[in-house]
């Protein structure tokens, strides 16, 4: 479909975006890791807001437990067994066919990650586990590009902001990744499907900061939500000058 001069009118006529912002967006390129419940309203609302290319990656196909939050996939994606990565390509684009989608159907690894990360200049995290994020958080750190880190598990939700010599990343705060390894998964205690939805958008609130560059406006901490309990809060944190982050990546 050819695009109109106000097909993003809405995010334009925003003092916080504006005509400036909205170009700066649709130049930014954006890999989105992990494409579930997370990842999901993460491409959608990325897609429609115009980012010009999102690099999309998971390893794994839709299930039918997975439709009650991952909103980007439908019962016949479950049915035809399609990749995510492959599937979300196809439904993004029903929307969006003015953004460029780099689908690939690979587990984040060691082996893979920086390859991942060329040509991007931001990154979003949907991942489900503690080392897949680790080894994000040492190669952004180590090529200074900005992580928006995100979970949600139960109805439990966090956000934070990793802009890299700037604030913290993942083992100033947690050195020791092997103590979170034990953390609660939404496939053993559950996950409330608004609050997935909730840290995602969040999230993308945080990349479109970064996206127009207004940094100064980003989460100045860890933002620890509780849908249930009603509470929403930030944890201020510090860098750790002796993270193991630096002695990785020297
Ligand atoms: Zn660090």
Not at 38 to 65: N, Q, W, Y
Not at 233 to 243: F, I, Q
Request: proline content about 5%; aromatic content about 4%; hydrophobic content about 45%.
């Amino acid at each position: 479909m050819q695009d109109t001069p106000d097909r993003y009118s809405r995010h334009i006529l925003l003092e916080v975006v504006g005509q400036t912002g909205q170009d700066k967006i649709q130049k930014a390129r954006v890999l989105v890791a992990g494409l579930g419940a997370l990842g999901s309203t993460i491409c959608i609302l990325m897609a429609r807001a115009g980012v010009g290319f999102l690099r999309i990656v998971d390893k794994d196909a839709p299930e039918l437990h997975n439709l009650h939050r991952q909103i980007l996939y439908n019962e016949i994606d479950v049915s035809l067994g399609i990749p995510k990565a492959h599937a979300a390509r196809i439904n993004l684009l029903s929307v969006a066919s003015n953004v460029e989608i780099d689908a690939i159907n690979e587990e984040i690894a060691k082996t893979n990650i920086y390859r991942l990360l060329d040509g991007i200049d931001l990154v979003v995290d949907a991942l489900d586990n503690s080392e897949t994020r680790f080894i994000v958080n040492d190669a952004i750190v180590d090529l200074k590009i900005p992580y928006i880190f995100g979970g949600a598990v139960e109805t439990v939700g966090n956000v934070m902001t990793i802009i890299p010599g700037r604030t913290p990343c993942l083992r100033c705060i947690w050195p020791d990744p092997s103590s979170i390894v034990g953390h609660a998964k939404a496939a053993t205690v559950g996950v409330l499907s608004s609050v997935a939805s909730l840290v995602a958008s969040v999230q993308v609130t945080e990349a479109f900061k970064v996206m127009v560059g207004d940094i100064e406006s980003a989460i100045p901490g860890i933002l620890v939500i509780d849908v249930w309990k009603n509470q929403f809060h930030v944890v201020p944190v510090k860098p750790n000058p002796n993270c193991d982050c630096k002695k990785i990546n020297s």
